[in-house]
């Protein structure tokens, strides 16, 4: 799935996309997307300038837009939009910067009517960087939760 198709079904848009590729999907089970992190992401010029790092809440982020794909590719789902409500057991393991390319493997623990229990792993050259359990729920179609 390509930046397009992802715009299609995220309700999420610059800067706050953080997701720009899907590898492989299996619709309510697991996702494996990617982010590439460029040095011209604002966030950037006031997150340790002279040593950039992305922000930790926005590589949960990435693997909390992940997940919500793995239900929004559902026709029953289209429209919504995945609003956070937990996030747990979150830990990072190392600074992601410019150039990185970070896999996002996302499995979907539970689904229970529109909410959802996933585990996220971020990875940069195979090595995780963080990793988190998140719940969100999706909101009917006029963005209510």
Do not use: W
């Amino acid at each position: 799935m390509e930046i397009n198709q992802i715009k299609e079904l995220l309700p999420h848009r610059y800067p706050f996309l953080m997701v720009d590729r899907v590898i492989s999907l299996e619709p309510r089970k697991r996702i494996t997307a990617l982010k590439n992190v460029t040095n011209n992401e604002e966030y950037f010029t006031g997150h340790f300038p002279g040593r950039p790092v992305m922000p930790g809440v926005l590589i949960i982020e990435s693997m909390a837009q992940a997940a919500g794909l793995t239900l929004l590719v559902e026709e029953e789902h289209r429209g919504k939009t995945p609003f956070f409500t937990g996030i747990d057991n979150a830990r990072f393991r190392r600074p992601v910067t410019p150039g990185d390319q970070m896999y996002l493997d996302v499995e979907i623990l539970r689904v229970k009517g529109n909410v959802c229990r996933a585990q996220g792993t971020a990875k940069v050259d195979g090595v995780t960087v963080a990793e988190a359990q998140l719940m969100f729920v999706l909101g009917s179609k006029n963005n209510k939760a």
